[in-house]
């Protein structure tokens, strides 16, 4: 059975239409899929849902996506990965490669959903594929090699020129 890791970005595609709903949808339905959050994806769908209502995403469908997603959860269709320290230490190292070395803006959030998955993939010694519509992190993460060599990197969107 394969193994998929969504960030929040992409997640965020099963709840909300877009262009890539179809595909994420399919992916976590699919039961030759294990498909995996990471717990501060959690956190982060809700505050995504909530950008939405302030674009016009009423109470009612906020909650009702919500419930959604927390369904998936509770049925098993995504499954949590929890944090642990190490995975701070290393999101932490992210950012400063990221921002200082980089100069990219690579969000906090971002850098933990990233660090959960290569932490996940080296826990259950299985390649695992890592999907985000966040170009930033996606170009950042495809040009260091511990994520390279175990995870492979799927990008929801159009890619960005540098």
């Known amino acids: 059975m394969s193994l998929h890791f ?8 099963r709840y909300i ?25 959690v956190l982060e769908i809700a505050s995504a849902l909530a950008n939405r209502s302030r674009k ?27 944090l642990s320290g190490r995975d701070f230490i290393r999101a932490r190292d992210l950012i400063r490669f990221a921002g200082v070395v980089k100069k990219r803006n690579l969000k906090s959030g ?9 932490a996940f993939s080296l826990q259950r010694k299985e390649r695992v594929a890592f999907y985000t519509s966040d170009w930033t992190l ?8 511990a994520f390279t060599s175990r995870l492979k990197l799927v990008f929801l969107g159009t890619p960005k020129s540098p």
Not at 23 to 35: A, D, E, P, T
């Open 6 to 13: 969504l960030d929040t970005c992409a997640l965020q595609h």
């Open 138 to 145: 996606y170009d950042t993460l495809r040009g260091i090699d």
């Open 56 to 82: 016009g995403l009423s109470i009612k469908k906020f909650d009702l996506l919500n419930g959604h997603f927390l369904k998936d959860v509770a049925s098993g269709s995504l499954s949590v990965v929890n």
């Open 17 to 41: 239409d877009s262009a890539y709903s179809r595909r994420v949808r399919s992916l976590v339905s699919r039961v030759s899929c294990q498909c995996f959050i990471s717990e501060w994806s």
């Open 110 to 118: 971002d850098a933990m959903v990233a660090t959960s998955c290569l």
